[in-house]
Every structure is written in C-alpha cells, then in structure tokens.
C-alpha cells in the first residue's frame, strides 16, 4: 500500500536469496509498481554506509536450528534459521544499520529470546511493541526500534 500510496518514494527490497528476490520482481511488475528496486544481498551489505534510510522493515529468519533442519534445503534455511540461537540474524542487521537509519520494524519470536533480553542486547536502540501475536507454542512481537539522533 505505501509504495502505491507515495509513489515519490523510493522503496528498496533485498533478500539473500535469488529466487526470492525475483519473485519480488515478478510481484513488483505486475503491480505496476516504478518506485520499488529489488536487491539480492546479505542484509545491508549491498550498501554504503553513508546511505539513509528513513525506515527499515525486517523480516528475519527467526527459527533457533531444529533436529527436522536435514530435512531443508539450504535456501530453506536462510529464510527460516536465524543463527545459533535464532537471533543472530536480527541482531547483525540491527549492528549494519547503525548511521543508516534511525528506525527498524522487525518480527521477534519469543523461541529465541524474552522481550527484556531482546533489550538488553540492543540496548542503546529504544524498543516498543507494536502488535504481538500469541501462538500455540510461541509469541511474536512487532517491534519498532528507534535511536535518537545526536545532534
């Protein structure tokens, strides 16, 4: 909606993984939309660290690893397993971020931390819940995180 809603702006998708990236450009295409530009790369590693962003929106793989991982492929797993304890992925993004961006949105599961952990562990960045969803076995947080600018 946003992109068709200001369509002065400019919006940016990257995904790690290629088949995803081009399905966002097959999605793109047939919505007509000109302001959305699909980049394959490793978080924001595609980018200078003097760029800015006035938002960034994650969706990280967000799964601690799991017994039943043999049975996926290696794509599968990027786009599920977020590191070790799940994480990882989350908490590099939020690091590559710093002096790009004052805000980040991204999804947490309580399979890899507490809220307060989650925190702790990113402190100085100020966090506040969205929405959250309760499952049978985990809850999700949407999460805005926001850094003071210093002046």
């Known amino acids: 909606n946003a992109l068709k809603n200001f ?3 400019q919006y940016y ?11 966002t450009l097959k999605n793109m295409k047939h919505n007509n939309l000109e ?3 699909i980049i394959c790369s ?18 990280p793989p967000y799964l601690p690893p799991d017994e039943f991982d043999k049975h996926l492929t290696i794509k599968e797993k990027q786009a599920l397993v977020g590191g070790k304890t799940g ?10 971020c710093k ?12 399979l890899t931390t507490s809220f307060k952990n989650f925190q702790d562990v990113i402190f100085p960045w100020n966090v506040e819940i969205i929405d959250e969803i309760n499952l049978d076995f985990e809850k999700l947080w949407l999460i805005m995180l926001t850094m003071e600018v210093q002046v």
Request: proline content about 2%.
């Open 7 to 9: 369509p002065n702006h």
């Open 13 to 23: 998708a990257v995904d790690i993984n290629f088949d995803a990236a081009l399905l």
């Open 35 to 37: 302001n959305l530009h």
């Open 42 to 59: 490793d978080l924001v590693s595609s980018f200078r660290k003097v760029t800015n962003f006035d938002i960034v929106i994650f969706n």
């Open 87 to 96: 994480i990882e992925t989350t908490i590099r993004l939020i690091e590559n």
């Open 99 to 110: 002096g790009m961006t004052n805000r980040i949105v991204v999804i947490v599961s309580s």
